[in-house]
């Protein structure tokens, strides 16, 4: 009965770990240079500014085991934002899921897809009047 429960222990840990790697798309795994932020920003619907950033700096770690960490910055309009956090993902070939610990989750839409340059695009909805869409690019 002890062997039973063990076998059976084990192959559920073995499938728990195994549907985990599924989740993680090995393209990602690594450091990535932020190369631009981009934003759109909405007012009652209508796009009513387009701040740029060519020239962020840091980088955002997407590891092998599903954890992550961002280390970058980007200005707009002179204000400087700074996003430092580690934070658990997951991704397939149409999104990636960042999971934050203190803030909520953001599901990154993936634009381009290859193995040298990621660009994915993500809405943020301030209230019921403004929004942001950002595309962030980033490259190896």
């Not at 790697?21 to 909405?42: I, N, R, S």
């Not at 085991?65 to 991704?91: L, R």
Request: proline residues 4%; hydrophobic residues 35%.
């Amino acid at each position: 009965m002890k062997k039973a429960f063990f076998f059976l222990f084990s192959i559920s840990i073995l499938s728990n770990a195994c549907k985990k790697q599924e989740d993680l798309d090995p393209a990602l795994y690594g450091t990535w240079d932020v190369t631009k932020v981009e934003g759109v920003y909405y007012l009652n619907n209508i796009p009513v500014a387009y701040p740029v950033d060519n020239n962020p700096t840091g980088t955002i770690n997407f590891n092998s085991n599903g954890t992550g960490k961002q280390d970058y910055s980007y200005s707009i309009a002179g204000t400087v934002y700074p996003q430092n956090s580690n934070f658990i993902w997951e991704a397939n070939a149409q999104q990636i899921t960042i999971d934050r610990t203190s803030e909520p989750d953001m599901t990154w839409t993936r634009v381009l897809n290859e193995a040298n340059k990621q660009v994915a695009t993500y809405s943020y909805v301030v209230d019921a009047t403004q929004k942001w869409d950002y595309t962030l690019t980033l490259e190896k």
